[in-house]
């Protein structure tokens, strides 16, 4: 079975929603072994953030589920790195 280890995720996330709570939220995803959260732009009412995660096992599905409960918008999945070991 093939597993998801990394991601590489474009959110758009409230400023109401600490950038760091989320990223403390995904991170304790189970399958999520770290998480990195670097905000690229801020507007109005919206941070714009690159979410990378690494791990054993991530669950796609969960990831989404959790970023639509914050009330974050997942705009893209920039990259996804599958196998027995992280390539790159």
Known sequence: MTTIRRLVL????????PSSE?????????????????????????????????GENINLDGVRALLDKAGASLQGVDRITCGKRVVG
């Open 10 to 17: 474009d959110v758009m996330i409230p400023l109401n929603v």
């Open 22 to 54: 989320l990223a403390l939220k995904l991170s304790k995803l189970t399958g999520v072994d770290g998480v990195d959260l670097l905000v690229t732009e801020v507007e109005h009412r919206i941070e714009k953030a690159k979410i990378t995660m690494e």
